[in-house]
């Protein structure tokens, strides 16, 4: 059975989606792996909490393998994601690269008492899920060994994936929908049961967990129209969940433009464009364990 996750979000149900974001995202997650793992031990340890659909998982387990070998620990609340970023772990380690899965809740559960000490504890847009993102942070960090690092990825730039001007509706329908995404953000955090409020950045959240050397960097990813066929089944799927998300804050122009862009019928399917794109930034912040 799957552990609690505390955002009501199924997360089981996005594993096509979120596997198809790896996909998109192989080569940019293989290099911000290459980079985070430099001077990691052969050997080594590395932790992926919130592994998700595998991604990260992938390619930290080809770093290790560039390493000459470790172990990676992949944490998650949902046993089918667990399952996906086994499966993708394995085949990008091989045999040097001992993966083990751990079905936990971060949130709830020490992650020292679940995994051994870590060289490298990673955590991608997971830690802002959780009811107190900085006691969240404390553990991550307490399940280093001295010289670990944690990276954690949080923040950045919205996902863009759609012209300004659609032709139909209001121009700006994609901004709108992130609007309405941050505003269900802002109300899951605030109806989420035990939640504290964490009113700095995560640069002050690594310092307070009592790491050093903190600094950041950000990565792009970046997929240029014309966009191939990835691209388009990415930009399908964002309007759907974010039009779900927020149904009930459109206008009526809005949801019939919604409509007929998911519509693969209506000559405005948005699956048929040549002009989609997908662009996104996210920060990874860094910090060692003295």
Not at 6 to 29: I, K, N, Q, S, Y
Not at 30 to 44: H, K, M, N, Q
Not at 225 to 251: C, G, H, I, N
Request: negative net charge.
């Amino acid at each position: 059975m799957s552990a609690h996750t505390h955002d009501d979000v199924d997360w089981a149900a996005r594993l096509t989606a979120m596997r198809r974001l790896d996909d998109l995202e192989r080569d940019t997650l293989e290099s911000v792996a290459a980079r985070i793992t430099t001077d990691l031990p052969s050997g080594g340890t590395v932790v992926d909490v919130g592994s998700g659909a595998g991604g990260m998982s992938a390619a930290l387990a080809g770093a290790l393998r560039a390493h000459g070998g470790g172990t990676v620990f992949l944490v998650d609340a949902v046993d089918e994601l667990l399952a996906a970023a086994r499966e993708a772990a394995q085949a990008s380690g091989g045999p040097d690269v001992r993966v083990e899965a751990v079905v936990a809740d971060a949130g709830t559960q020490p992650l020292d008492e679940l995994v051994p000490p870590a060289d490298l504890v990673w955590a991608s847009a997971v830690v802002h899920h959780l009811p107190d993102q900085q006691r969240a942070v404390d553990r991550l960090a307490a399940a280093l060994r001295p010289g670990g690092l944690l990276a954690i990825a949080e923040g950045g730039l919205d996902t863009r994936c759609l012209p300004w001007d659609l032709g139909l509706g209001r121009p700006g329908l994609e901004q709108r929908l992130n609007a309405n995404r941050d505003d269900w953000f802002e109300q899951m955090r605030a109806t989420m049961p035990d939640a504290v409020r964490m009113p700095y950045g995560w640069n002050t959240a690594l310092a307070r967990a009592g790491l050093a050397d903190i600094t950041s960097f950000s990565y792009l990813l970046d997929h240029p129209a014309p966009a191939d066929e990835r691209v388009r089944d990415f930009a399908v799927e964002r309007l759907t969940w974010l039009s779900e998300m927020a149904d009930e804050k459109l206008d009526d122009e809005d949801r019939d433009a919604v409509r007929r862009l998911l519509d693969p019928e209506s000559p405005d399917y948005i699956g048929n464009r040549d002009d989609l794109y997908l662009l996104n930034a996210r920060t990874v912040h860094i910090g060692r364990r003295t």
